[in-house]
C-alpha cells in the first residue's frame, strides 16, 4: 500500500513538475477503472460515470502547474470524481415532472435559468482573475473548496496541513478577493449619491454571494 501510495505522489510530481505525459497516461491506467466504480457508487451510470472520471483527468492535466502542492493526490482524485458526480446529480435535479391539471398526464419542466447562469459566469471570471493574485497555497485551497466542493477536512487530507490552517487561508482569500471584486466594480465612479447608494447594495450583495457560494 505504500508503494503504491509513493508510486502515486512520483507519478503526480513527474505530472505537475516536469509535464510528463508518459506520467500522466500511468497515472490513468493505475486509477481509471477504480475511479469509474466509485463514480457508479453515486450516479449508477456507466457512461456518464466514464465522461466524469475522463473530465476529471483531463481538468487535473490542464491544472497541473497548480496542482503540484497536494500531497496525497489519490485522495484528491477521489473527492473529485465524487464531488463532479454530486454535479452531475445536481444538474440533471433541474428536470422536475410536473401533473398537468385535471389529467393523468405528466410534463418535464427545466427550471434552469440561463440568466442566473451567466451571471455566476461572469462572477466566476473576475473571481479567476482574483485568485492569480493569492499566494499558491491559498490559490490551492480556495480552488479546491470552489471547484471542487472540499470540505476542509477534505482539502487539510490532500495538503497535509490542519483543517484550522485551511479555514484561516480560506478566510484570507476570501478577504483578499472581496476587496478586489468590490474594487473592480467601483472603477466606474457613480455619479451621484443614489447610484453610490444602489453601489454600496451592490457590494453588500457581491459579499454576501461570496459568502453564499462558500458556506
Same mark, same amino acid.
Not at 457512461?47 to 473530465?55: G, L, N, Q, R, Y
Not at 454535479?87 to 427550471?111: A, D, G, P, T
Not at 471547484?147 to 487530507?157: F, L, R
Not at 479555514?167 to 472603477?187: C, D, E, G, P, Y
Given at each position: 500500500m505504500k508503494n503504491h501510495k509513493a508510486d502515486i505522489t512520483s507519478l503526480w510530481s513527474g505530472i505537475c513538475i516536469d509535464d510528463d505525459l508518459k506520467a500522466f497516461e500511468v497515472l490513468f491506467h493505475l486509477l481509471h477503472v477504480k475511479l469509474i466504480k466509485f463514480c457508479v457508487f453515486y450516479i449508477h451510470q456507466k457512461e456518464p460515470a466514464e465522461e466524469i472520471v475522463s473530465d476529471v483527468f483531463v481538468k487535473c492535466w490542464e491544472s497541473r502547474k497548480i496542482l503540484h =502542492?497536494? #500531497? @496525497?493526490?489519490?485522495?484528491?482524485?477521489? $473527492?473529485? #470524481? /465524487?464531488?463532479? &458526480? *454530486? !454535479? %452531475? *446529480? /445536481? /444538474? %440533471? &435535479? @433541474?428536470? =422536475?415532472? #410536473?401533473?398537468?391539471? !385535471? &389529467? !393523468?398526464? $405528466?410534463?418535464?419542466? !427545466?427550471?434552469?435559468?440561463p440568466q442566473k447562469e451567466l451571471e455566476k459566469k461572469e462572477l466566476n471570471f473576475l473571481m479567476d482573475k482574483a485568485i492569480a493574485s493569492l499566494s499558491p497555497q491559498s490559490s490551492i485551497i480556495f480552488r479546491l473548496i470552489k471547484e471542487d466542493g472540499m470540505k476542509y477536512k477534505e482539502v487539510a487530507e490532500i495538503l497535509n496541513i490542519s483543517p484550522r490552517t485551511v479555514q484561516t487561508q480560506l478566510f484570507r482569500a476570501m478577504k483578499k478577493l472581496a476587496v478586489i471584486l468590490i474594487a473592480h466594480r467601483n472603477s466606474s465612479k457613480p455619479a451621484d449619491k443614489k447610484v453610490a447608494a444602489g453601489q454600496h447594495i451592490t457590494d453588500l450583495g457581491l459579499l454576501l454571494i461570496l459568502l453564499k457560494i462558500f458556506f
Amino acid at each position: 500500500m505504500k508503494n503504491h501510495k509513493a508510486d502515486i505522489t512520483s507519478l503526480w510530481s513527474g505530472i505537475c513538475i516536469d509535464d510528463d505525459l508518459k506520467a500522466f497516461e500511468v497515472l490513468f491506467h493505475l486509477l481509471h477503472v477504480k475511479l469509474i466504480k466509485f463514480c457508479v457508487f453515486y450516479i449508477h451510470q456507466k457512461e456518464p460515470a466514464e465522461e466524469i472520471v475522463s473530465d476529471v483527468f483531463v481538468k487535473c492535466w490542464e491544472s497541473r502547474k497548480i496542482l503540484h =502542492h497536494i #500531497v @496525497n493526490p489519490e485522495t484528491y482524485m477521489f $473527492v473529485a #470524481v /465524487k464531488n463532479q &458526480s *454530486l !454535479n %452531475y *446529480l /445536481k /444538474k %440533471y &435535479s @433541474n428536470i =422536475h415532472i #410536473v401533473q398537468i391539471e !385535471n &389529467s !393523468n398526464e $405528466v410534463e418535464f419542466i !427545466n427550471i434552469y435559468d440561463p440568466q442566473k447562469e451567466l451571471e455566476k459566469k461572469e462572477l466566476n471570471f473576475l473571481m479567476d482573475k482574483a485568485i492569480a493574485s493569492l499566494s499558491p497555497q491559498s490559490s490551492i485551497i480556495f480552488r479546491l473548496i470552489k471547484e471542487d466542493g472540499m470540505k476542509y477536512k477534505e482539502v487539510a487530507e490532500i495538503l497535509n496541513i490542519s483543517p484550522r490552517t485551511v479555514q484561516t487561508q480560506l478566510f484570507r482569500a476570501m478577504k483578499k478577493l472581496a476587496v478586489i471584486l468590490i474594487a473592480h466594480r467601483n472603477s466606474s465612479k457613480p455619479a451621484d449619491k443614489k447610484v453610490a447608494a444602489g453601489q454600496h447594495i451592490t457590494d453588500l450583495g457581491l459579499l454576501l454571494i461570496l459568502l453564499k457560494i462558500f458556506f
